[in-house]
């Protein structure tokens, strides 16, 4: 009996060498999910592989899709980003640009990549844990937030502009701005504009 992944592919015209491609793996994975000898698969793989197959992630892993309940919403397309690091809520801590995982977020963020939080400085909109979508762009307009790098450290913060200065705002009273005037700007960068958050209960 034919596999209902390989059946699903056939429907769309693919290829295993477009799921392949799609999902970033090579044919004789592919071959081997419909044949069902690997059992488990990575969450980000599952995402890109229903993405390309036009189906539901509960589809990938079963066959089945599962319903969504009365008062409930269905859940948005979804896209894999790639996780890069922690950034600080409060003193900027040290940037580290390796990715420690993917994460599954709307598509119609248009994220480049998250930051996972660390501290209280943005309170109460942003929590210490929390995970953060961020489109990576070199600007943003006044009052927005914005994961920003000083130097080889990196915060996110509220950014304002003014001729003689830039400040980088917390939400939190408790704590002060940052402020950088004169050369001081010139060690800053704009990473990108927060786009999405991600919050587990």
């Given at each position: 009996?034919?596999?209902?992944?390989?059946?699903?592919?056939?429907?769309?015209?693919?290829?295993?060498?477009?799921?392949?491609?799609?999902?970033?793996?090579?044919?004789?994975?592919?071959?081997?999910?419909?044949?069902?000898?690997?059992?488990?698969?990575?969450?980000?793989?599952?995402?890109?592989?229903?993405?390309?197959?036009?189906?539901?992630?509960?589809?990938?892993?079963?066959?089945?899709?599962?319903?969504?309940?009365?008062?409930?919403?269905?859940?948005?397309?979804?896209?894999?980003?790639?996780?890069?690091?922690?950034?600080?809520?409060?003193?900027?801590?040290?940037?580290?640009?390796?990715?420690?995982?993917?994460?599954?977020?709307?598509?119609?963020?248009?994220?480049?990549?998250?930051?996972?939080?660390?501290?209280?400085?943005?309170?109460p909109r942003i929590q210490d844990?929390?995970?953060?979508?961020?489109?990576?762009?070199p600007m943003v307009e006044n009052?927005?937030?914005?994961?920003?790098?000083?130097?080889?450290?990196?915060?996110?913060?509220?950014?304002?502009?003014?001729?003689?200065?830039?400040?980088?705002?917390?939400?939190?009273?408790?704590?002060?701005?940052?402020?950088?005037?004169?050369?001081?700007?010139?060690?800053?960068?704009?990473?990108?504009?927060?786009?999405?958050?991600?919050?587990?209960?």
């Open positions: 009996m034919e596999n209902y992944l390989a059946k699903r592919r056939k429907q769309l015209n693919l290829t295993q060498k477009d799921i392949a491609q799609a999902v970033g793996v090579s044919e004789g994975t592919v071959s081997r999910w419909e044949s069902g000898s690997i059992a488990n698969m990575r969450r980000d793989r599952i995402v890109l592989y229903a993405k390309v197959l036009h189906t539901t992630p509960d589809f990938i892993m079963s066959g089945e899709s599962v319903g969504i309940p009365a008062g409930f919403e269905p859940l948005p397309e979804l896209c894999a980003v790639p996780r890069i690091g922690r950034i600080a809520c409060g003193n900027p801590i040290l940037a580290e640009e390796n990715v420690e995982n993917y994460d599954s977020i709307p598509i119609n963020w248009r994220a480049d990549f998250t930051l996972l939080c660390a501290g209280d400085s943005m309170l844990g929390d995970l953060v979508a961020i489109r990576r762009q009052g927005e937030i914005a994961a920003v790098r000083i130097e080889d450290e990196a915060t996110l913060k509220r950014v304002y502009t003014y001729p003689d200065r830039l400040v980088l705002q917390p939400e939190n009273p408790s704590f002060a701005p940052i402020v950088l005037i004169g050369e001081e700007i010139n060690s800053v960068r704009i990473e990108g504009k927060a786009v999405g958050l991600c919050r587990g209960f």
